[in-house]
């Protein structure tokens, strides 16, 4: 069964940090785009970031470039976001994506003091 299960989220205050995991299971993630995407209350799903298959290439969104880094283990089959200097607008649900097409349940990151 193809799936992917995000975890890592939680409350942080302004300037923290969070690390972001997506365990996927069922198919061979480093053959696809993977990518990070984040909804918040009351807006459209925003691409946050993506990793092309086997890790050559990342890509960010204006908003998070320079503060967020991912990665991905081809070897655990885990995608991984680290987040830094987090801010008050990156409140919101974020989920894993496999070419826009699978996606994991979502995992909630609240930034506020």
């Known amino acids: 069964q193809v799936q992917l299960v995000e975890s890592g989220g939680g409350l942080v205050q302004p300037g923290g940090s969070l690390l972001l995991s997506c365990a996927a299971s069922g198919f061979d993630f480093s053959l696809y785009v993977m990518g990070w995407f984040r909804q918040a209350p009351g807006k459209d799903v925003e691409w946050v970031s993506g990793?092309?298959?086997?890790?050559?290439?990342?890509y960010y969104a204006d908003s998070v470039k320079g503060r967020f880094t991912i990665s991905q283990d081809n070897t655990r089959g885990n995608l991984a976001l680290q987040m830094d200097s987090l801010a008050t607008e990156d409140t919101a649900v974020y989920y894993c994506s496999a070419c826009g097409k699978v996606w994991g349940q979502g995992t909630q990151v609240t930034v506020s003091s």
């Open positions: 990793i092309t298959g086997g890790g050559g290439g990342t």
